[in-house]
């Protein structure tokens, strides 16, 4: 049955904080924003639901030609004007709703009831189309779990979770820290700091920093600790470490719901450079399986900056931005896409998928001192694309990566001390600060780098990374899609973690006489998980076990001269938590213990790196 706030409405083209009840009681603030001069509907919806204060300007509201930020009202009207209403709300827990913020956990049931409550609203046709970005892109994927009768098209951005476990919270069994990071900073903008000043002014005399050479941390005494709720959904995101049923929820774990979802419209875009790349590729894959209308758009970008030309420290020009790769801004292809699935205007919907090959640039400095990658859009119509072929690269003792497995044997060993991890630098992350930020890096440890031991000095010269690579390029080699590593190892302890990272390395120039290796893409194992992610096993001692390292999928053009490189360790912090290498599950063990680590090469040990490669011509 049809209800109604048109009562609060009257000729108002918005209202505020109507707080909308949820199936427990609790009411969640919500504004509405209606089409001006369009009569009094009804008309279809988009929703956008979010933890970060509903009428806060969005970082990631912004186009290539209109620099500046829309503000949240200025936003909303783009989509009025075109016929819609649109939806905007705080999330559980957060700003102007009710109840307790426990992250992620409840989102699914909460998106499910404002769909259902908005449907029923008189001035709605009955179509809610959702959109957002990072977080508001988790809740669409939850909700849409759920089966809401009213959900008509949804555009994730940089998220929506296809596995937390496996892309956002952990990966290859380890705790991506960036879940600490935000939350020590939303905890210090949570309704609890606000109502108790002390606990405020002790988060706001914390330095995080100094806190993170102080690992590990136990419930109660952590930096967290003045706001619990914000402390104990961390620890339970560090302590559940195994695939288990905490994880296997729709606002977590969408993969497992593929099947029964509605069949309804979905985009997914991401970057390289941002976390949940894993993500967006797992959701298209698994919904067009599945028989959705789905498509994949994947740019060279950091989390949500989709119209800027640079990652880090790294330009890849003009061609490089949404509007390039789509034709048109975000916020007009939105708009376009609603119109098309909600509205039944007759436009091109465009490739299913867009993704950006980096590459190609001249190497200079720039004005604004980023290297010069550059790289170009391609499309396809599946992920990896069609047009591809799985390669590989096998390691060799010696320090090689060949096209074929070498002949000899060989081993080569590395000493991991848990006190001393492998710095990041560079990579998919975001909500780092002040610890790490995303992006393309050459791979060299700087003064303001957090872990930096030896500013000026290489990643690669340290004595617990090995180093693969090919010989200076004779042709170019494209490589686009899925990465894995697929190595052969043993350790003197029962559990500790193997580390990789693809790089593009530069030859010397003049702007970079030492060269430039640039990060394309890492990954990481817990060992113990070498078998699935919902069991642990120990390695046994003395024996070679076959393990497979996971990476962020990536497209880029090595150049006739590059080399192409792979660095594996087994620490890559502070993006993932440090293994202690004592006992299997004591992730947060204060025993720490140094690990060595040994690699196999040869015929019976084939160690190499996975991807999948374009035909020369493309």
Same mark, same amino acid.
């Given at each position: ?34 089409? #001006? ?44 004007? #075109? ?35 908005? +449907? ?16 508001? +892109?988790?809740?669409?994927? $939850?909700? %849409? ?28 069994? +380890? ?16 309704? %609890? $700091? ?67 979802? /509605? ?11 941002? *976390? ?62 609603? /119109? ?10 465009? *490739? ?45 003792? =010696? ?46 440890? =700087?003064?303001?780098?957090?872990? %930096? ?17 090919? *010989?200076?390029?004779?042709? %170019? ?39 430039? +290796? ?36 990536? #497209? ?35 025993? /720490? ?26």
């Amino acid at each position: 049955m049809k209800m109604s706030v048109a009562s609060e409405r009257g000729d108002a083209d918005a209202l505020r904080d109507i707080m909308v009840p949820m199936r427990d009681g609790v009411r969640l603030a919500t504004d509405v924003f209606f089409p #001006a001069h369009a009569g009094h509907g009804p008309w279809p919806a988009i929703l956008e639901r979010t933890p970060y204060d509903k009428r806060e300007a969005r970082v990631n509201e912004y186009t290539q030609h209109h620099p500046d930020v829309f503000g949240r009202e200025e936003l909303a009207r783009f989509f009025t004007d #075109a016929g819609f209403v649109v939806v905007f709300q705080d999330c559980r827990g957060r700003y102007g709703s009710e109840g307790r913020f426990t992250k992620y956990r409840g989102e699914a049931e909460d998106g499910f009831d404002t769909l259902d409550w908005i +449907a029923r609203q008189d001035w709605c046709d009955g179509q809610v189309a959702t959109m957002g970005m990072s977080y508001s +892109a988790h809740t669409q994927m $939850a909700a %849409a779990c759920l089966n809401p009768p009213a959900l008509a098209a949804m555009i994730c951005d940089c998220g929506g979770f296809s596995n937390a476990y496996q892309g956002g919270i952990r990966f290859g069994g +380890a705790l991506e820290l960036k879940q600490v990071t935000w939350a020590f900073r939303h905890a210090l903008r949570s309704r %609890a $700091a606000a109502a108790d000043p002390v606990a405020k002014a002790a988060l706001e005399a914390t330095d995080l920093r100094d806190w993170m050479h102080r690992l590990p941390w136990t419930e109660g005494h952590s930096p967290l600790s003045p706001i619990p709720d914000y402390e104990k959904f961390l620890f339970e995101q560090w302590t559940h470490n195994s695939f288990d049923d905490y994880w296997k929820i729709p606002a977590l774990y969408s993969a497992g719901w593929y099947r029964s979802m /509605r069949k309804i419209p979905s985009v997914h875009i991401s970057g390289w450079y941002d *976390p949940y790349a894993v993500t967006a590729v797992e959701n298209f894959t698994g919904l067009r399986d599945a028989g959705h209308d789905t498509s994949l758009i994947l740019g060279p970008w950091t989390h949500g900056n989709r119209s800027r030309t640079y990652a880090g420290n790294v330009d890849f020009g003009t061609d490089c931005t949404f509007e390039s790769g789509v034709g048109q801004d975000f916020v007009q292809f939105r708009i376009d896409t609603f /119109r098309r699935h909600l509205l039944g205007t007759d436009l091109p919907a465009g *490739p299913a998928v867009r993704y950006f090959v980096m590459g190609g640039g001249d190497g200079r400095r720039n004005a604004e001192g980023r290297m010069q990658h550059g790289g170009r859009w391609h499309f396809a119509d599946t992920w990896p694309p069609e047009t591809s072929a799985p390669a590989h690269l096998f390691l060799c003792a =010696t320090g090689g990566l060949r096209q074929r497995p070498p002949e000899t044997s060989g081993k080569r060993s590395f000493l991991f001390d848990p006190e001393n991890p492998v710095p990041t630098i560079g990579g998919p992350i975001t909500s780092g600060a002040p610890l790490m930020v995303g992006g393309a890096f050459d791979q060299v440890e =700087t003064q303001d780098l957090f872990g %930096a031991t030896c500013p000026g000095m290489p990643l690669a010269s340290r004595a617990d990374v090995l180093v693969f690579e090919t *010989p200076p390029l004779q042709q %170019a080699m494209t490589i686009a899609g899925n990465v894995s590593v697929r190595l052969f190892i043993s350790s003197d302890r029962p559990t500790t973690d193997i580390t990789a990272k693809l790089v593009d390395v530069y030859p010397p120039s003049s702007d970079y006489p030492h060269g430039y +290796a640039m990060n394309l893409s890492d990954g990481i194992l817990r060992t113990c998980y070498r078998d699935g992610f919902n069991h642990q096993r120990a390695l046994p001692e003395g024996e070679v076990v076959e393990v497979t390292v996971p990476l962020y999928p990536t #497209a880029n053009r090595f150049e006739i001269g590059h080399r192409i490189r792979l660095e594996i360790s087994s620490s890559n912090f502070p993006r993932f938590d440090v293994n202690p290498n004592f006992e299997v599950g004591h992730d947060l063990s204060a025993v /720490r213990c140094r690990a060595l680590n040994t690699l196999y090469f040869g015929s019976d040990h084939p160690a190499c790196v996975q991807f999948t490669s374009l035909p020369a011509d493309q």
